[in-house]
């Protein structure tokens, strides 16, 4: 069992930034290819992902994140994080990081911002962003 926890979340004002950290009890530096991303759900709406990284450190975005957010990964600390500046009030949100642990030729069949294809989930992180 992958186990996934979550930092870094809080509050700031329109145009700030905020960093998560989302650290695996598995390492990330096995031999093994994985995923990992960021999701997000505000009150009342779907869970919508934000951005994904690979074990090759291919990244996506989500269009409405794209030239705000970056994922970057460090191995050596078993953990990905999640720059996010210029944020605007529509980032408020409940943010949860995800991981999927499979070889590289079943993850190119599987969408990277798609909740359905994450097996492991962490408890979340809230980011407010006022106006």
């Known amino acids: 069992q992958v186990r996934l926890v979550e930092s870094g979340g809080g509050s700031v004002q329109s145009g700030g930034s905020l960093r998560l950290s989302c650290v695996s009890s598995t390492s990330t530096d096995a031999d093994a290819d994985y995923r990992f991303a960021w999701f997000r759900q505000a009150p009342g709406k779907e869970r919508e992902g934000v951005a994904s990284?690979?074990?090759?450190?291919?990244?996506t975005y989500a269009d409405s994140v794209k030239g705000r957010f970056t994922f970057s990964q460090d191995n050596a600390k078993n953990s990905v994080t999640l720059q996010m500046n210029s944020l605007e009030p529509e980032d408020t949100a409940m943010y949860y990081c995800?991981?999927?642990?499979?070889?590289?030729?079943?993850?190119?069949?599987?969408?990277?911002?798609?909740?359905?294809?994450?097996?492991?989930w962490g408890q979340g992180t809230q980011v407010t962003v006022s106006s």
């Open positions: 995800a991981a999927i642990f499979r070889p590289w030729y079943v993850l190119v069949n599987l969408g990277p911002l798609s909740a359905a294809d994450y097996d492991y």
């Open positions: 990284i690979n074990s090759f450190g291919a990244t």
